[in-house]
């Protein structure tokens, strides 16, 4: 085995690499960029080096830079994680003329492999079944248009040097094909520096099947059974299992020895990946077609991990240090259900936009890097991280593992709801409500699922005020009480021997503003009425801090809480749902002239959109004053106070930078306002 190997990657594929690596006893390098400096994988790793700058063509895409790393260190093999250089043949040449091995397939395998066109039309040779289409090297466009035409609309053109779902477009009608080529084609040239294209059948509810491959240097090759990865948004997978639903042993195992014959066509060796399209027939059958081969590890291999028990990185080291497959196809077995969740920083509601800031609140499941338990975590982030624009979004994954769908399914509901993410927008709840969709809960899987459930994911509210507003009175009466004491003549709790004390809370939910009311009463118990007219809810309010949170109960639910503070905004999640909900500190804004949140600053370098105010208006909390568009998002700067705008320092059209105050804000002088009146 080897001694030393350097991971040229970062994230959550760096720390999952090192913590194989670990446990077998080999020594770890890690490589990093300026911006990962303080990165997860940097610390998991024994050694680390600074490699260049944040963006990946000045660090992690330096394939000279990364050998002579490796070489400085003393590693003897690289291991190229998924993206980056994993994919490239160069490089892995490269890595065999330095003397170092590369943790991976040969070069011709890799080129073999890695246009689309040619690799299909080494798979139609081998006789793996494809899609219906046009692969041929001749790109003339009115070729190109009578090949759509042949083949029947709608069609898909893909970018043959695509992948990770850029450089598609689908074409409906004939009349349509040329403005799609063009546009597919700018795309490929500007993402892959190559524009050839081929063309498919768009195929209209299909699955997304792939199977895992390994072979050896002794021409060994086997399947480890497939995955269902049909659950995606633009083109890429959200949610995968292992075992595919619904896959009978037969089709498994002509899926299984489709693969392995498309692996041996390429003289395969390590991880791979087939992927297929599959189709489902009237009578309920699949047809299957081979759309492209991963020549490396995939993100979602911990579910095979999960129902093989193996674990696919010792494979791979093994199999890169010369050794042969440590199972046969024969040994090989399912066992049970696994289900992978890819927890992303990105905002569903803004088509999943990426998303960057700070992570204040990175609060996982239990779990190791690895673990065959019932829930496993791979991250690669910590709390406090800044999440950079210069990589991909993906924070970490959750995997878990049950006896059966159903079990497995639960466990992820379970796992989700204890995944807190404060500071920047994630998808975990849309992930929640996506598990716990009718389409998915019962496995009625195709890549069309997200847009078939949008009513049940989209704009929802799991939590609703009542439940949130009861959550921040909680969390307020029990910080006060921890800064107060026991002293019950300090206590602004309400409490009081005698009568019967009310405490106004204001809150900003949504849109909308609300108000709720405590009372202390003569049973010592609190009464918490939120809301008005029909939409009122009043009743006894029970609390306690629990480990991690606050036991409470409002409104005939009783619910565990973990509540956080982040300023005025309280971000509450409970198994039956997060939200946040702005407690608006009446005492604390009462009669300020002068607040410090009085001066708004940009969060980020952005352009100025528009100003939603002018100077002498007066505001209310929550309003919205400022739209600023920075990295391709549109960003709502709104009142933090009620208050009058004093002056607009920018015109809209202005580039501004982070922290420019871009219009200052005045609270608006009131009557000390009484929080407790009897
Ligand atoms: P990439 O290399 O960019 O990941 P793929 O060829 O693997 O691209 O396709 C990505 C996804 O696009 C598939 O998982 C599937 O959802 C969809 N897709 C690909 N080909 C077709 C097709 N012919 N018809 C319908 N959907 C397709």
Redesign the pocket.
Known sequence: MFQKILIANRGEIACRVAATARRMGVKTVAVYSDADAHARHVAACDEALHIGGSAPGESYLRAQRIIEAAQATGAQAIHPGYGFLSENAGFAQACADAGLVFIGPPPSAIRDMGF?AGSKQRMEKAGVPL?P?YHGADQDPALLRAEADRIGYPV?I?ASA???????R?VDRAQDFAAALDACRREARNSFGDDAVLI?????R?R?IEIQVFGDSHGNCVHLFERD??V?RR???LLEEAPAPGMAPELRARMGQAAVAAARAVNYVGAGTV?F?AEQRADGTLDF?F??M?TRLQVEHPVTEAITGQDLVEWQLRVACGEPLPLTQEQLRINGHAIEARICAENPEKDFLPATGTLEVCGLPEGTAFEHGAVRVDSGVRQGDAISPFYDPLLAKLIVHGATRAQALARLDEALARTHIVGLDSNVQFLRRLARSDSFASARLD?TLIAREQAALFQREDLGLPLAAAAAVAQTLLRERASEGADPFSRRDGFCSHGLLRRRFEFAFGDARATAWLTYGRDANWHLTVGEGAAQQAGPLVFGPAAQGIDLQFAGLRTHAAVYTQGEVEHVFTPLGATRIVAIDLLAHAGEVEAPAGRLTAPMPGKLLSFAVRAGDKVRQGQPLAVLEAMKMEHLIVAPLDGVVQELLYAPGDQVSEGAELLRLSAEPRITQRIMDK
């Open positions: 689309k899609v289409g898909l893909k695509g992948g990770g779902g850029k450089g598609m689908t498919e059948k768009y195929l209209q299909p997304h990865c049909s995606q083109y890429q997978k992927e399209i077609f759309m492209e991963n890549t």
